[in-house]
């Protein structure tokens, strides 16, 4: 249990300055006081080891998982993954946190101001060049994507920690008070943790997405266990040991590494308040299962993009479609999975603008390259599949990288677009196949005329994932047709708009599920991570000559 006391000696002892001198002596001596790992170095020459942190200690397991290197198939980095007898430390972890939590408004506030300079701390020193410059290059290597890619999330993560130093932890549990009926009576509302937690986090965002959930978790007073993509997990274990050094508490966050079925398994026997998954829809419909519906979902995202009736500014709007599309090899739940371009943009340079750009992204630079969990041979089998459909053609794209040493168990693939007709589309027996989502360099293009926009709505009304979209128009009765006809939760709208960018300025989430979760903001932060709690003051004074009124 944190202690006044402790806080207030952290507080004396470490401040921003210290952290600046502990980075800079660390420069001197090429290493990071926090890091166990050198990015560079990590290689089937130097495999790092991953350990799990529970009831405040770094552990290992008798079970180790080798992960091979994305890049060149080397097992590169040893997993400690806990097996199903090894989580009893777990469940009891969690069982210790009380249903009110490590802290509240009426239990330990104390905490809000602690983890406020925890991120005050945390946000300064991933602002050192040399500790972002190893984190954008330690996902380099387990989630390949360009430096300007994994340095973008490292740089929302810093911006995200800076929104919530100082007084902003405890601005999040802002309550309300509303007049009773009677002097004395009044009714406030709080916002309450729910205690033990589970945070379950993918590969693609390795730093951004935990980060920005765990924290949250921490906020509102939980007591998270943080499970990462084993593929991935070396990040965030380095990110927790920073934490760590940066004033959190050993114990606060327990740190899993498992396989899918022990994770579930320590999820049905710890009985967590709250799980919030990250991944694939498959999955998080079983968990909302396994855990009667305990769960915050941010799944899979078939994402729209609808290129309005006005032309303007088409190198841009070719750019951005390369973008949403392309960039980490496809890799976003909010990439842009399909393209509906109004007959305006077919006739003008839009398509080749795109084969263009798209011919410019190679594997030396990473801006293309391994898709981490769709084979090549599954993604090329899918575009055969849509090219079988009557009026379909390839734009661009359909084959394999070559002249790499990728390993088979991950896909490479040129980035690709097909076009399939509009009318196809729609059709019972192509819808599925056309809305499938790969997580891969991959997208479907249409075209629709002015009377065909209903047709158009159609399809996004019989699409399931409603996560991110584009409406790329500056119309503004267009832009209200679309947006008023349609549900996703975060929607870019305007001649600029993208469907990919998950900054930390605004809500990023799905929309039309009462399961759906939000990460980023404070909204996001309270809804996923706190619910309401009213409690109501009734202290009198009684009335003057009150008796005993008639049962009724």
Same mark, same amino acid.
């Given at each position: ?207 951004? #997405?935990?980060?920005? +959930?765990?924290?949250?978790? &921490?906020?509102?007073?939980?007591? $998270? /266990?943080?499970? %990462? *993509?084993?593929?991935?997990? #070396?990040?965030?274990? +380095?990110?927790?040991?920073? &934490?760590?050094?940066?004033?959190? $508490? /050993?114990?606060? %966050? *327990? ?298």
């Amino acid at each position: 249990m944190y202690r006044l006391a402790a806080y207030r000696q952290f507080k004396n002892t470490i401040s921003s300055n210290s952290i600046s001198l502990l980075f800079t002596s660390a420069r001197s001596n090429h290493t990071l006081p926090f890091a166990t790992v050198k990015a560079e170095e990590v290689s089937g020459s130097q495999p790092a080891e991953v350990h799990n942190l529970v009831q405040g200690k770094w552990t290992k397991s008798s079970n180790w998982n080798t992960i091979l290197d994305p890049l060149n198939g080397q097992p590169f980095i040893k997993v400690a993954e806990v097996n199903e007898s090894e989580l009893k430390p777990f469940v009891e972890s969690l069982s210790k946190c009380p249903k009110h939590g490590l802290h509240n408004p009426f239990k330990s506030p104390e905490r809000y101001l602690m983890l406020g300079d925890v991120s005050t701390k945390a946000a300064h020193a991933l602002g050192l060049p040399e500790v972002s410059d190893f984190f954008a290059k330690l996902i380099q290597r387990v989630s390949p994507k360009s430096y300007q890619q994994a340095y973008a999330e490292v740089f929302v993560t810093q911006k995200f920690l800076e929104n919530f130093c100082g007084d902003q932890v405890r601005f999040l549990a802002r309550s309300f008070a509303v007049p009773g009926n009677h002097l004395g009576q009044q009714s406030h509302g709080f916002r309450w943790p729910y205690g033990p937690v589970a945070v379950i986090t993918p590969f693609n965002f390795p730093l951004e #997405i935990p980060v920005l +959930q765990l924290m949250g978790a &921490l906020y509102m007073g939980n007591k $998270p /266990v943080l499970k %990462v *993509d084993s593929k991935v997990c #070396i990040v965030m274990e +380095q990110m927790l040991r920073l &934490l760590h050094d940066c004033g959190l $508490p /050993v114990d606060d %966050v *327990d740190f899993i590494n498992s396989d899918g079925k022990t994770m579930n398994k320590l999820l049905v026997e710890a009985k967590p308040r709250m799980t919030l998954f990250t991944g694939s829809s498959r999955v998080a419909e079983k968990l909302a299962d396994d855990l009667s519906g305990r769960v915050k979902l941010e799944d899979a995202g078939f994402d729209w993009k609808i290129l309005g009736p006005d032309v303007n500014e088409v190198d841009y709007v070719a750019w951005v479609c390369d973008q949403d599309a392309y960039a980490c090899s496809g890799q976003k739940c909010s990439a842009e999975s399909i393209l509906f371009m109004h007959e305006n943009w077919g006739k003008s340079s839009l398509i080749d603008k795109m084969a263009e750009f798209a011919a410019r992204r190679k594997l030396d630079d990473l801006t293309v390259g391994p898709v981490l969990t769709v084979t090549t041979e599954a993604m090329l089998d899918h575009a055969k599949k849509l090219l079988q459909i009557p009026g379909s053609r390839l734009l661009f794209g359909g084959e394999a990288l070559q002249n790499h040493s990728i390993p088979q168990i991950y896909g490479a693939i040129k980035p690709t677009a097909i076009f399939v007709p509009l009318e196809e589309i729609l059709k019972a027996e192509h819808f599925h196949l056309v809305t499938k989502e790969i997580f891969g360099p991959f997208q479907v293009v249409t075209e629709y005329k002015d009377n065909q926009l209903p047709l158009v709505l159609d399809a996004l009304e019989k699409m399931h994932a409603h996560l991110t979209a584009a409406v790329v128009s500056n119309d503004i009765l267009f832009l209200q047709k679309v947006i008023g006809n349609s549900v996703n939760g975060t929607t870019y709208a305007g001649l600029r708009a993208r469907t990919t960018g998950a900054p930390q300025n605004h809500w990023f989430g799905p929309a039309g599920d009462p399961r759906g979760a939000g990460i980023g903001t404070p909204e996001a932060i309270k809804l996923v991570w706190s619910c309401h709690r009213e409690v109501i003051y009734d202290v009198g004074p009684m009335p003057l000559g009150w008796k005993v009124p008639a049962s009724t």
